[in-house]
T-cell receptor
């Protein structure tokens, strides 16, 4: 139990569907991240939120739309995805005090796009 | 660009010692982290090195050489539960600079 909860854990969607992934942390952290994890590839940073403000969009296609309503919640809205978007989507959080290289990850949402 | 290199797979015997290497090329460097991820689980933080030398935490140790852009994770007294993927990650700056991860090393511990 890392203190970061992601839902749903598994999601299957068609290319025309609209769905959302949710991330919630109760660690009092003020930075939150979305990472994509595909087989045989490094974790790819997608979005960074710092005090609810998006500070980085790592050239992510517009079919992925993040939302951070407060410092404890992060969403990833999905629409008109492609089969190559099938992956594990990981949410992470950290405190901005100091930099110990420590991120707290959720267990991820396994997405399959048909 | 930024890149990290680590072996894709390592196999070791229960009770033995294994070393997982990581070399990096980044535009800036602040520190090197290591994460463990079991199948179906979340990556979990193991260690962080900002300065040269060895950091020891129980059975796990992590080493950094900034001049060589190189680090390693050392796992001692291997146990079956240590079978997992291990990722090195670089912080290229202070504050909220996101981590850049390697592709991971799949460690299999055999009896």
């Amino acid at each position: 139990e890392t203190g970061v909860t992601q839902t749903p854990r598994h999601l299957v969607m068609g290319m025309t569907n609209k769905k959302s992934l949710k991330c919630e942390q109760h660690l009092g952290h003020n930075a939150m991240y979305w990472y994509k994890q595909s087989a045989k590839k490094p974790l790819e940073l997608m979005f960074v939120y710092n005090f609810k403000e998006q500070t980085e969009n790592n050239s992510v296609p517009s079919r992925f739309s993040p939302e951070c309503p407060n410092s404890s919640h992060l969403f990833l809205h999905l629409h008109t995805l492609q089969p190559e978007d099938s992956a594990l989507y990981l949410c992470a959080s950290r405190t901005l005090a100091g930099n110990t290289g420590e991120l707290f990850f959720g267990e991820g949402s396994r997405l399959t796009v048909l | 660009g930024q890149s990290l290199e680590q072996p894709s797979e390592v196999t070791a015997v229960e009770g033995a010692i294994v070393q997982i290497n990581c070399t990096y090329q980044t535009s800036g460097f602040y520190g090197l982290s290591w994460y463990q991820q079991h199948d179906g689980g979340a990556p979990t933080f193991l260690s962080y090195n900002a300065l040269d030398g060895l950091e020891e935490t129980g059975r796990f140790s992590s080493f950094l050489s900034r001049s060589d852009s190189y680090g390693y994770l050392l796992l001692q007294e291997l146990q079956m539960k240590d079978s997992a993927s291990y990722f090195c990650a670089v912080s290229s700056g202070s504050g909220n600079t996101p981590l850049v991860f390697g592709k991971g090393t799949r460690l299999s511990v055999i009896a």
